[in-house]
């Protein structure tokens, strides 16, 4: 949801911009989302998209990594438990490499406020770190940056901003369990489910569980 808002936010702000987009298929339990990133990248006019594997089940310690863990319901406080330990400064790395071979230095990805609580690596000051580090570490003097531009947003916010853009919500993938119908019950869908109940709009995917709001 995060990441298509700011995609189709990029293509109304920067219209005449390349946008080369990449996924990882970091053998996360909802892989399914690599296939609806291919879709809503097309569909946004991508110059090009590549997925990336990075094998984070050998790590494992995540349900979102780990299928013999079961992924927590909102209702038990225990997001922490999900995190994917360095996962976003893996990604971004990745994508900087992407970007060092095509001549792309400009990073965008969507952190959000909700996120900074549970996901330590969605904090503003991480991605300062991270930009001076990829700046350090790049084959030769290359000045790259990472663009955040919903890091203050909440989950509320990047719904209304989307459906302002006109974003097909209902082409994207947001559940942790990495089913169709989503499950309704985890963080991820709790959180999105109370973006649209916030705004007082209806979210256009189908829910095992779609608790009251």
Same mark, same amino acid.
């Given at each position: 949801?995060?990441?298509?808002?700011?995609?189709?936010?990029?293509?109304?702000?920067?219209?005449?911009?390349?946008?080369?987009?990449?996924?990882?298929?970091?053998?996360?339990?909802?892989?399914?989302?690599? %296939?609806?990133?291919?879709?809503?990248?097309?569909?946004?006019?991508?110059?090009?998209?590549?997925?990336?594997?990075?094998?984070?089940?050998?790590?494992?310690?995540?349900?979102?990594?780990?299928?013999?863990?079961?992924?927590?319901?909102?209702?038990?406080?225990?997001?922490?438990?999900?995190?994917?330990?360095?996962? %976003?400064?893996?990604?971004?790395?990745?994508?900087?490499?992407?970007?060092?071979?095509?001549?792309?230095?400009?990073?965008?990805?969507?952190?959000?406020?909700?996120?900074?609580?549970?996901?330590?690596?969605?904090?503003?000051?991480?991605?300062?770190?991270?930009?001076?580090?990829?700046?350090?570490?790049?084959?030769?003097?290359?000045?790259?940056?990472?663009?955040?531009?919903?890091?203050?947003?909440?989950?509320?916010?990047?719904?209304?901003?989307?459906?302002?853009?006109?974003?097909?919500?209902?082409?994207?993938?947001?559940?942790?369990?990495?089913?169709?119908?989503?499950?309704?019950?985890?963080?991820?869908?709790?959180?999105?489910?109370?973006?649209?109940?916030?705004?007082?709009?209806?979210?256009?995917?189908?829910?095992?569980?779609?608790?009251?709001?």
């Amino acid at each position: 949801m995060d990441s298509t808002t700011l995609l189709y936010h990029l293509r109304q702000t920067i219209p005449e911009t390349p946008l080369h987009t990449v996924s990882i298929d970091y053998a996360q339990r909802h892989r399914i989302e690599l %296939n609806f990133a291919a879709r809503l990248s097309q569909l946004a006019g991508a110059s090009s998209h590549r997925v990336l594997p990075l094998d984070l089940k050998q790590i494992g310690g995540s349900p979102l990594t780990d299928p013999d863990l079961d992924v927590p319901a909102a209702s038990e406080q225990a997001q922490v438990t999900t995190v994917v330990p360095f996962r %976003n400064m893996l990604l971004v790395t990745l994508a900087a490499a992407c970007g060092e071979r095509l001549g792309a230095f400009d990073i965008y990805l969507s952190p959000v406020r909700d996120d900074h609580e549970a996901y330590r690596d969605c904090r503003r000051e991480f991605y300062d770190s991270l930009e001076e580090s990829l700046r350090l570490g790049a084959t030769r003097d290359t000045p790259f940056t990472i663009h955040t531009p919903l890091v203050d947003y909440s989950k509320a916010d990047v719904v209304a901003l989307g459906m302002k853009l006109g974003v097909p919500y209902e082409l994207t993938h947001t559940c942790y369990a990495g089913t169709r119908p989503a499950c309704g019950v985890c963080d991820a869908c709790s959180e999105r489910l109370n973006a649209f109940g916030e705004l007082h709009a209806t979210d256009p995917l189908d829910y095992e569980q779609r608790p009251a709001l």
